[in-house]
């Protein structure tokens, strides 16, 4: 098969689609052919030699495919040859094929295309695992999302407003901010004009948010906690600001407040099993239901990963990237 690989660590140019062994699929694996994979930031930390992959796992990039299983490996059961699938993956999404635990598999949703379910599995097991299964997100609750605009931030949105919360969202442009609130944000802050302490409290009543969604990291820490409503939860999932800061212990007390930090990659398979089994209970008839869309800004064929790469760098996308596996190689 082809895939994409990464003879040595650096910029977008590091990545090379090359013929590489196919996989096998073990024990409670199937072997999925891949239709399409999306982008997320992880890989390109792991393209620039920062984020490995972890023990096991595929060394190629992707942390999530769609397609179609080619085939069940030992003790497989539940699924069939030539059924339509997505997959939260550790790696590998980023090649003609894929081996997939059966605990990370999802049925394309209803009224979702092939290529198109490729950009859901990363992004809805973690805003789900993180908003409704750490921060306990509530009804009538205020939630504030760092980078509105991206894969998670649009998923965010759409989840929180499902549920009956009120949504807050930061974004680098007035244009991201714009379609932030088609999808149905309620705050809109332009994190580059505005302060986003003062610009939440200002309509939140002097309240602050209840959860917030953080992609930023130590750079927001201190005035994370400073928007924080008494009882706030701020789940971080992100470093893009750094990975040390100083956090005021006196005004997370002030507040019973909780700083909660997560990643998703490298979680044991029975805790991303359960995981999957959540989205695909919550979240799969949300989408069915058109509630939820997924939100895609462009698609590009696997071998130009290099450009989607770029595209996330320069952060003018809105919601996902996705790969498009070529039909012929």
């Not at 009224?111 to 789900?128: F, K, Q, R, S, Y």
């Not at 470093?239 to 507040?255: F, M, P, R, S, T």
């Not at 490298?266 to 805790?271: M, Q, W, Y």
């Amino acid at each position: 098969m082809h895939a994409i690989t990464i003879p040595e660590p650096g910029g977008p140019e590091a990545l090379v689609w090359a013929e590489v062994p196919d996989p096998e699929p073990g024990e409670g694996e199937v072997l999925v052919e891949v239709a399409a994979s999306a982008v997320n930031r992880a890989d390109l930390l792991q393209r620039q030699g920062f984020y490995d992959p972890p023990p096991g796992a595929s060394p190629y990039p992707g942390l999530e495919c769609s397609g179609r299983i080619a085939e069940l490996g030992p003790g497989v059961t539940g699924w069939k040859v030539g059924d339509e699938v997505c997959a939260l993956l550790s790696g590998g999404g980023y090649a003609e094929k894929a081996v997939v635990p059966v605990g990370q598999l999802l049925p394309v949703p209803e009224g979702v295309d092939l290529i198109t379910a490729a950009a859901l599995p990363e992004v809805a097991c973690t805003v789900w695992s993180n908003l409704f299964m750490l921060a306990h997100l509530r009804p009538g609750e205020t939630l504030l999302v760092h980078g509105g605009a991206s894969g998670i931030g649009t998923m965010a949105i759409q989840l929180a407003k499902a549920v009956g919360a009120k949504v807050a969202v930061t974004a680098g442009s007035q244009d991201k901010l714009r379609r932030c609130a088609e999808l149905g944000a309620d705050i809109l802050i332009d994190y580059r004009e505005q302060d986003f302490v003062a610009e939440l409290r200002a309509q939140t009543g002097g309240t602050g948010a209840d959860v917030i969604l953080d992609i930023i990291g130590a750079k927001y820490l201190d005035r994370n906690v400073r928007a924080l409503a008494v009882n706030g939860r701020l789940a971080v999932i992100g470093l893009q600001g750094g990975v040390k800061g100083e956090l005021n212990i006196g005004a997370l007390l002030a507040k019973r407040a909780a700083v909660m930090a997560t990643s998703l990659r490298a979680r044991p398979l029975h805790e991303k099993t359960v995981i999957v089994a959540a989205v695909a209970e919550h979240v799969w008839p949300l989408l069915a239901g058109g509630t939820v869309r997924p939100v895609v800004d462009q698609h590009l064929p696997m071998p130009e990963a290099p450009a989607a790469h770029r595209a996330l760098e320069e952060g003018v996308h809105v919601g996902k990237v996705v790969l498009v596996v070529p039909k012929t190689s």
